[in-house]
């Protein structure tokens, strides 16, 4: 069945550091790809989404590209801030709207 | 995209009682709605799909019979945990879609504490 695996965590960055989060899938067909992030005792919000190969996603300087030979979606942001301490989670859709989510990773930024 | 709101937040109850949560569409016409539980520093486990008018699909190891959900309305569905014991206290999500969309919004989630 269809899976995501993603880089455990935590991961621990000072201000202003680079962030990549790696994930990968494994579906049968062409599923969209999708971030969601999760801040301290609030629901998920949908960060950034690609729905197929070679597309990128980005919001809020955070960004990943569908990477359909190496099947990928790794997230990156060039300068995180304090403010993006939070679980992120990689998720991929490919039949009726079915989410399939990674185990999460945990980010916390130290100023 | 959609707001969805749950109620209540947060709740606290006996072991054998009856608790029910609910999640509400505010401004989209939720055709489909998803239940998610999740464990404290874990991933969200899909627990089963409603569509509106129908009976819910369940995931494999998800008793129906102790998960009870109604989706009555393109704005609401219910969860209603059964005799529930300290072992199905979680965080409670739900998420919904509608016709034509590859995206689901998500509810702030609900914490059970079964004591």
């Known amino acids: 069945g269809d899976s995501v695996t993603q880089m455990e965590g935590p991961v621990t960055l000072s201000e202003e550091a680079c962030l990549t989060i790696?994930?990968?899938?494994?579906?049968?067909?062409?599923?969209?790809l999708f971030w969601y992030v999760q801040y301290p005792g609030e629901g998920l919000q949908l960060l950034l989404k690609?729905?197929?190969?070679?597309d990128k996603g980005s919001n809020k300087g955070f960004e990943a590209t569908y990477r359909k030979e190496t099947t990928s979606f790794h997230l990156e942001k060039g300068s995180v801030q304090v403010s993006d301490s939070a679980v992120y989670f990689c998720?991929?859709?490919?039949?009726?709207?079915?989410?399939?989510f990674g185990a999460g990773t945990i980010l916390r930024v130290k100023s | 995209g959609a707001v969805v709101s749950q109620h209540p937040s947060w709740v606290i109850c006996k072991s054998g009682t009856s608790v029910k949560i609910e999640c509400r569409s505010l401004d989209f016409q939720a055709t489909t709605m998803f239940w998610y539980r999740q464990f404290p520093k874990q991933s969200l486990m899909l627990m089963a799909t409603?569509?509106?008018?129908?009976?819910?699909?369940?995931e494999q190891g998800v008793e129906k019979d102790k998960f009870l959900i109604n989706h009555a309305s393109l704005t609401l569905s219910t969860l209603t945990v059964t005799s529930a014991h300290p072992e199905d206290s979680s965080f409670y999500i739900c998420?919904?879609?509608?016709?034509?969309?590859?995206?689901?919004?998500f509810g702030p989630g609900t914490r059970l504490t079964v004591l």
């Open positions: 690609a729905t197929k190969a070679d």
């Open positions: 790696n994930c990968t899938y494994t579906a049968t067909g062409y599923p969209s």
């Open positions: 998720a991929l859709s490919e039949r009726g709207n079915k989410l399939v």
């Open positions: 998420s919904v879609t509608g016709v034509g969309w590859n995206e689901q919004f």
């Open positions: 409603s569509n509106e008018g129908s009976k819910a699909t369940y």
